[in-house]
């Protein structure tokens, strides 16, 4: 009796072991997606064009990247590739969300003292948060997901896929962004140096300086230009990523004012490339400001719209990405700030929404498709693997009947890193390939 | 003027006290908008015909009328067709293009001040509170309000009504006070549920009593009346099923239990929030009792359990497969200014969308925020439909109404034009170019195809790849 049972896990083990294998095999998985309409969100060749739409197109995928793409017409379909059937339908590059707490435990802020450099939130992702399968079903593939912005240094963010069935190769990026707040809610925390608006600035910069100082011996002593070792600082050394232009600096703020501090503080003081998150109150107010430096690129949301009726206002419903828009601000993401898995503000799976809302409010509907693809993947500097379908970049892709802005139809399929990981139910766009007789399984 | 009766008026002081409050803590800024929208809502005199021609007319009860005609006399719908003749002096809007449909009903809401302390929602209306400026401009015409809920002590209390949002115009703005009673229970409120049986089962009792007693007079036998518990009033009301009880029952749980009691006293209730009635869709559909629910409600599957649970999209289609009425409402039920987008009642349409999406068809998305609303909140004889002796309360839309950027133009209730988008300074700065349908970007949704389902094909449960 032993002597089945050893031979059964043997079997069994061997099986393991044989899915194990087979699931590498299907990483290598290559698919072939035809679609009515494919929007690169990629620039068109003539830049009068703006974004390149592909009509009656064809997509090749291998190795979780795209191979090719183009018209039906011009691309030859290899034997081995599965076809993935969207000739009635959209493929648009997945949604990148630049703002969102998802995918994540034990995270937010520590609350003890008002700066940490030294925290990072790639410690604590959580691949199991419900909100990360459901942000497949909106077709969300690539979150930054970070702290809180109870204090005015949060730590550093995590750049994640939204594929939680391989949890390590969830992470695309270690060190998102530098997470920082600028306004409001680190002032409403009962405390010490850092209650009133001018501690708060002060802790700023003085951890803006301490970084900056720290970045620049090193770069000096690595240049040779200094003799000796300047000393290492573990709770400063990652803000060297930020002042070294490798990462953004991603800043809470809201209103005129606070935009325009951010704007001051984080890119004309230290030369940091800086995305001012929030900026509801009237933000849009300093566009122009921001539209004048290349490297401020503005993330609005959860709120989207300005409305006050006060008697210096207008009583007009101001949608925040028309009116960036309209002060030459092009640099724009929409975010949803989602926090959990909730109906309350907005979950990560409505992010398009979020993008609809702001198309409602008068931004261009080309515009509003960009500040959640293509226009995030440059604030976060991922721009050369996802946020636009072009050959060499991540297969990320959404497919659904209309465009990412209807909010009535809803997404059929996603693939991330070319892997379907999300089809909606009695669906099967998938046809496997026809296998040749001879070959052995 | 009309000659009140001394109910109402003590009701119109009321609500004119409320009203003075209010204004007075307002901007002058505001007054000025009230003052435009006033000019607006009087432009048309009683006894003026207006029709309006040329759009397609959405009549949710029986289909889309091409290029039509509504006529509009004495604040009601007069005649609807594709060859209506106008009278001398009509005064006639032209909706070529547009989309005419009925006002938006809301079956569950807050606006107007409505149960702003004071003991009846009569008393507290305020035609100038600026969500009914902002009703108007989303289109939202009906509105199921909430006064006084029951305190935690009581399962049955507090008040609740069906209001317009008649800017500057207190007399219309109460359609009905009291159109159900407000029950406060639950499963897992064992002791208030408990009392309320007990008292269900008094009232009964007492109810049986008095049948037995009629009877007896009518025989000409002796016998004294059966004396009224004290409290039961709103018992017995439910019991005589001549007013639905609406509760809120979220969970399979809590829902069935509800239905228990439908199934012992037999009577009437409306279920709030219900986002786990997709599980016992067919339980609800036996009892003939409706639902108020929230499309994009979130709540998480219960792990412990082996049958299905949690929110859904589907919600909605899963409901209406089952035959059950049901009415949608956004996930906060109110006219909200805190900047978030697409969520509260100023784009109602929009959460019915999120239905459709969840592989409802857009004939009954549309009919949940319009005529089944209607008829949960028992005002259906008079608004919900374009139909001939109907409450012209219209509205005229640039686009579908489930597309993104369609907006409100054009809204009247009763009869008047109270809201104009180019006159207000809402959104008349916004403006979309072209056909919706024709952008590149937008969405390409086709006009009115009542049968249309995008999603009807497949769920929206995660596909899993290892399967």
């Known amino acids: ?441 | 003027m009309m000659i009140l009766g001394r109910k109402q008026q003590k009701t119109r002081e009321g609500a004119n006290r409320a009203g003075r409050v209010t204004v007075r803590a307002l901007s002058t800024h505001l007054l000025a908008v009230s003052l435009a929208l006033c000019v607006a809502g009087s432009a048309m005199a009683d006894g003026e015909v207006t029709a309006i021609r040329g759009g397609d007319i959405y009549t949710i009860t029986s289909g889309v009328i091409k290029s039509g005609t509504i006529l509009i006399e004495d604040g009601k719908i007069s005649q609807i067709g594709q060859n209506v003749a106008l009278p001398k002096s009509t005064k006639v809007i032209d909706a070529k293009g547009k989309v005419v449909m009925p006002g938006l009903v809301a079956a569950a809401a807050s606006m107007g001040g409505a149960g702003y302390s004071s003991r009846k929602i009569a008393d507290s209306l305020d035609p100038y509170h600026y969500s009914v400026s902002l009703a108007l401009a989303s289109g939202v015409t009906t509105l199921f309000v909430y006064g006084q809920r029951p305190s935690d002590q009581e399962p049955v209390g507090g008040t609740n009504a069906v209001i317009k949002p008649t800017f500057g115009d207190l007399e219309g703005m109460l359609v009905k006070e009291s159109v159900a009673e407000n029950l406060n229970i639950s499963n897992s409120q064992w002791l208030r549920r408990t009392n309320f049986m007990l008292k269900l089962r008094e009232a009964q009792s007492y109810l049986q009593k008095l049948a037995d007693y009629q009877q007896a007079q009518a025989k000409q036998r002796k016998g004294q009346p059966p004396r009224k518990p004290s409290g039961t009033d709103a018992y017995i009301r439910l019991l005589k099923r001549e007013a639905p009880a609406r509760l809120r029952a979220s969970t399979a749980d809590d829902i069935l239990a509800a239905l228990e009691i439908v199934d012992e006293f037999g009577i009437r209730i409306i279920l709030e929030d219900a986002v786990e009635a997709w599980t016992v869709a067919e339980e609800i559909a036996k009892r003939d009792v409706a639902v108020v629910m929230t499309p994009r409600q979130k709540r998480r599957p219960n792990k412990e359990i082996s049958r299905p649970s949690g929110s859904s999209l589907e919600n909605a289609a899963i409901l209406k497969k089952a035959g059950v009425k049901f009415a949608i409402i956004p996930t906060s039920p109110a006219f909200a200014l805190w900047g978030i987008a697409g969520r509260d009642l100023m784009t109602l349409p929009v959460e019915a969308a999120f239905a459709v999406s969840g592989g409802l068809d857009e004939q009954t998305a549309l009919e949940a925020i319009t005529i089944s609303a209607a008829e949960i909140i028992g005002a259906a004889d008079r608004v919900g439909s374009l139909q001939v002796g109907k409450d012209a309360d219209i509205i005229v839309l640039d686009g579908h109404p489930f597309h993104y950027s369609t907006f409100v133009e054009l809204t009247f209730v009763n009869g008047k034009l109270m809201y104009d988008k180019k006159k207000s300074t809402y959104f008349s700065h916004i403006e979309h170019d072209g056909d919706l349908t024709d952008s590149i970007y937008g969405s390409g949704l086709s006009p009115m195809d009542p049968n249309r389902s995008p999603a009807a094909e497949g769920g929206l449960i995660p596909f899993d790849p290892n399967q």
């Open chain 1, 1 to 441: 009796m032993k002597h089945i049972c050893l031979g059964i896990s043997i079997v069994v083990l061997c099986c393991i072991l044989d899915s194990g294998a087979a699931e590498e095999q299907k990483d290598g998985k290559k698919y072939a997606v035809r679609a009515g309409k494919i929007l690169t969100m990629a620039r068109a060749e003539e830049p009068e064009a703006g974004r390149r739409v592909v009509n009656h197109g064809l997509i090749l995928i291998s190795d979780g990247k795209i191979e090719a793409l183009g018209p039906a017409t011009e691309i030859q379909v290899p034997d081995s590739y599965a076809l993935i059937d969207a000739a009635d339908r959209w493929a648009m590059p997945g949604i990148v969300e630049a703002h969102t707490h998802i995918g994540t435990e034990g995270g937010f802020n520590d609350m003890v003292v008002p700066l940490n450099p030294e925290l990072r939130m790639a410690d604590c992702v959580n691949p199991e948060d419900i909100a990360v399968e459901k942000a497949v079903t909106g077709g969300v593939t690539t979150v930054n997901t970070m702290q809180g912005s109870g204090t005015n240094l949060g730590g550093f963010t995590v750049i994640i896929k939204m594929d939680p069935s391989r949890p390590e190769k969830m992470i695309l990026r270690e060190f998102g962004a530098m997470k920082m707040t600028q306004a409001f809610n680190p002032e409403r925390r009962g405390g010490d140096l850092g209650l009133t608006r001018m501690g708060m600035s002060w802790m700023i910069r003085y951890v803006l300086r301490e970084g900056k100082e720290y970045t620049e011996a090193w770069q000096a002593y690595e240049d040779g230009q200094r003799e000796d070792k300047p000393e290492y600082k573990p709770e400063l050394e990652k803000m060297r990523k930020a002042f070294e232009g490798k990462i953004p600096t991603i800043v809470h703020t809201y209103t005129g004012w606070g935009v325009m501090q951010t704007i001051r503080t984080f890119y004309d003081e230290n030369n940091l490339k800086v995305i001012p998150t929030h900026t509801a109150g009237g933000g849009y107010l300093v566009g122009n400001e921001a539209a004048k430096r290349d490297d401020v690129h503005i993330n609005i949301g959860p709120r989207v719209l300005d409305f006050s009726w006060t008697e210096e206002y207008d009583n007009r419903f101001h949608g925040m990405g028309s009116e960036y828009y309209a002060r030459g601000v092009t640099n724009l993401s929409i975010n949803t700030d989602s926090v959990g898995w909730s109906h309350f503000i907005a979950p990560q799976e409505e992010l398009a929404a979020q993008a609809a809302m702001s198309a409602r409010l008068g931004l261009d509907d080309q515009a509003a498709i960009e500040a959640i693809t293509i226009r995030a993947a440059q604030a976060l500097g991922i721009d050369d693997r996802v946020g636009s379908l072009e050959v060499g970049k991540d297969a990320d892709i959404v497919i659904k009947q209309g465009s990412l802005l209807d909010v009535a139809t809803p997404v059929d399929l996603v693939l991330v890193n070319g892997r379907v990981v999300y089809q909606r139910r009695s669906l099967n766009l998938v046809a496997e390939p026809e296998k040749p007789t001879t070959e052995e399984e």
